[in-house]
């Protein structure tokens, strides 16, 4: 644990949970829109981005490169610089604890003459980065990292960078968007091919900026085709509630008997609800009303019922749209009656922790039988209430922090982590909300 550690615990509330919420917005967007603000020309708006230390850190990294980025009463504004109109940081950027901020900047860096250096808290200084500097290499940058192709790393940008073509050997946005960013600033065609359909906003807010760009289905996967050098204008972006975000309280809410959650505005993008598919075919109770696009993404209000869930077999090819979710579907299966087995999860040991081996050890710390088979996680729910009574190491991992906060909220003894900083990274509020969602009779379930 660290000095700056803050213990913090669940118990379960004295009342259901119940309300109306809103979740802060959505962590994938919020980089986005600020990058491809920062790359278009004119000013760009950005209302309800995700005030969280990840977005920050892009919002940090695009000033240094030249972007001018306030925030003001209605919101965030970005003032562009135009495809290749960035400048060569003063500074080392410091991307914090997200991987997404690094691996799409490095995108951007790839094809910006210039030289720059990246680095990250220790979590990020862990994370695999060759997946992004590998593939752009081939436009012309020439990158140096440490050992094992990790943080910090040196950035060469390529004076006339060349188009990428580029299979992804992982499903994973990130380095699909890090090939995209790249291409913006080189002639012709960048191709990018995926093997499985992954998280598509870098795609919908190219289009939104002006970018031409042309999407094909290949199989499970798609290939994703962008003319080079485009003149991206600004254009202003509604971010939407965090579907990664809103499976939190909606957890909860499955968990402790009579609870009753509306959440409006979530971001419903089909390559994102992974989770709320295998919740409903667990038995949930969730509606999805109002269903709308706002700026090019579906969105839509949720209404949440507690109720008995079962266990369920989840295909490999589910994995990519909710990636991010495996630790808060581990939760909602200790609770449920039967086996749940989650399969293909080997990208989990790449995120801000191992959290596949994170969340094994956090459920097995509080009464939950499980297992490991490969990359399957086994988890044996028995119907009841998990029993909880553990300490859990969120190792710098903000999503295995609340999804312990979560259990405990259901568990018949508290749940402790030792850390809850990292959960600003991605839901600045987090303990305020959930306290509030158990009313004045809850009492405080979240408590240091
Ligand atoms: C993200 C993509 C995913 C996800 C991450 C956000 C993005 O990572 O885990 O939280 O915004 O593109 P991978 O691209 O590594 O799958």
Same mark, same amino acid.
């Given at each position: 644990?660290?000095?700056?550690?803050?213990?913090?615990?669940?118990?379960?509330?004295?009342?259901?949970?119940?309300?109306?919420?809103?979740?802060?917005?959505?962590?994938?967007?919020?980089?986005?829109?600020?990058?491809?603000?920062?790359? %278009?020309?004119?000013?760009?708006?950005?209302?309800?981005?995700?005030?969280?230390?990840?977005?920050?850190? /892009?919002?940090?990294?695009?000033?240094? &490169?030249? %972007?001018?980025?306030?925030?003001?009463? =209605?919101?965030? /504004?970005?003032?562009?610089?135009?495809?290749?109109?960035?400048?060569?940081?003063?500074?080392?950027? *410091?991307?914090?604890?997200?991987?997404?901020? #690094?691996?799409?900047?490095?995108?951007?860096?790839?094809?910006?003459?210039?030289?720059?250096?990246? /680095?990250?808290?220790?979590?990020?200084?862990?994370?695999?980065?060759?997946?992004?500097?590998?593939?752009?290499?081939?436009?012309?940058?020439?990158? !140096?990292?440490?050992?094992?192709?990790?943080?910090?790393?040196?950035?060469?940008?390529?004076? *006339?960078?060349?188009?990428?073509?580029?299979? &992804?050997?992982?499903?994973?946005?990130?380095?699909?968007? #890090?090939?995209?960013?790249?291409?913006?600033?080189?002639?012709?065609? +960048?191709?990018?091919? !995926?093997?499985?359909?992954?998280?598509?906003?870098?795609?919908?807010?190219?289009?939104?900026?002006?970018?031409?760009?042309?999407?094909?289905?290949?199989?499970?996967?798609?290939?994703?085709?962008?003319?080079?050098?485009?003149?991206?204008? %600004?254009?202003?972006? =509604?971010?939407?509630?965090?579907?990664?975000?809103?499976?939190?309280?909606?957890?909860?809410?499955?968990?402790?008997?009579?609870?009753?959650?509306?959440?409006?505005?979530?971001?419903?993008?089909?390559?994102?609800?992974?989770?709320? /598919?295998?919740?409903?075919?667990?038995?949930?109770?969730?509606?999805?009303?109002?269903?709308?696009?706002?700026?090019? !993404?579906?969105?839509?209000?949720?209404?949440?019922?507690?109720? +008995?869930?079962?266990?369920?077999?989840?295909?490999? !090819?589910?994995?990519?749209?909710?990636? *991010?979710?495996?630790?808060?579907?581990?939760? @909602?299966?200790?609770? #449920?009656?039967?086996?749940?087995?989650?399969?293909?999860?080997?990208? &989990?040991?790449?995120?801000?922790?191992?959290?596949?081996?994170?969340?094994?050890?956090?459920? #097995? @710390?509080?009464?939950?039988?499980?297992?490991?088979?490969?990359?399957?996680?086994?988890?044996?729910?028995?119907?009841?209430?998990?029993?909880?009574?553990?300490?859990?190491?969120?190792?710098?991992?903000?999503?295995?922090?609340?999804?312990?906060?979560?259990?405990?909220?259901?568990? *018949?003894?508290?749940?402790?982590?030792?850390?809850?900083?990292?959960?600003?990274?991605?839901?600045?509020?987090?303990? @305020?909300?959930?306290?509030?969602?158990?009313?004045?009779?809850?009492?405080?379930?979240?408590?240091?």
């Amino acid at each position: 644990m660290n000095s700056a550690a803050k213990p913090l615990s669940a118990s379960r509330p004295g009342a259901p949970l119940a309300g109306t919420l809103q979740v802060p917005g959505d962590k994938s967007i919020s980089h986005r829109a600020l990058m491809f603000g920062a790359l %278009a020309l004119g000013e760009t708006r950005i209302a309800g981005l995700l005030e969280g230390e990840d977005v920050l850190r /892009t919002a940090a990294a695009m000033r240094a &490169l030249g %972007a001018e980025i306030t925030q003001g009463p =209605a919101g965030w /504004t970005v003032i562009g610089r135009g495809v290749g109109g960035l400048r060569e940081p003063e500074d080392v950027l *410091d991307m914090g604890n997200s991987g997404t901020a #690094a691996r799409l900047l490095a995108g951007i860096l790839a094809s910006s003459p210039g030289f720059a250096v990246m /680095t990250g808290d220790a979590s990020l200084r862990r994370r695999p980065m060759r997946r992004v500097t590998e593939p752009l290499s081939a436009c012309g940058a020439r990158f !140096e990292s440490r050992s094992g192709g990790r943080l910090p790393l040196a950035i060469h940008g390529a004076p *006339d960078a060349l188009p990428l073509d580029y299979r &992804l050997p992982v499903a994973s946005a990130q380095v699909k968007s #890090a090939i995209l960013l790249c291409g913006l600033n080189a002639p012709g065609i +960048t191709r990018v091919i !995926e093997p499985a359909a992954t998280r598509d906003h870098s795609e919908n807010m190219l289009r939104h900026f002006g970018a031409e760009v042309a999407v094909a289905i290949e199989g499970a996967g798609r290939v994703i085709t962008l003319r080079g050098q485009p003149e991206l204008m %600004a254009a202003d972006v =509604a971010v939407p509630g965090d579907p990664s975000s809103a499976a939190f309280p909606i957890v909860a809410a499955l968990l402790v008997p009579g609870s009753a959650l509306r959440l409006e505005g979530i971001g419903l993008n089909p390559l994102r609800t992974g989770l709320f /598919t295998c919740l409903r075919e667990m038995g949930a109770d969730i509606t999805v009303m109002n269903e709308r696009l706002e700026g090019g !993404e579906p969105v839509g209000d949720l209404l949440v019922r507690h109720g +008995t869930l079962r266990g369920i077999d989840v295909p490999a !090819e589910r994995a990519p749209s909710m990636i *991010d979710e495996f630790p808060i579907l581990a939760v @909602a299966a200790s609770f #449920a009656q039967g086996t749940t087995r989650m399969r293909g999860l080997h990208e &989990l040991r790449v995120k801000e922790s191992d959290r596949l081996a994170a969340t094994a050890a956090m459920l #097995a @710390a509080n009464g939950v039988r499980l297992e490991i088979d490969g990359d399957d996680l086994l988890v044996h729910g028995t119907g009841r209430p998990a029993a909880g009574g553990g300490l859990v190491e969120t190792h710098m991992d903000h999503r295995l922090a609340m999804s312990a906060m979560v259990l405990g909220l259901g568990a *018949d003894q508290k749940v402790r982590i030792d850390d809850a900083s990292f959960i600003d990274t991605s839901f600045p509020g987090f303990v @305020a909300l959930m306290n509030g969602l158990a009313g004045n009779g809850g009492g405080s379930p979240l408590a240091a």
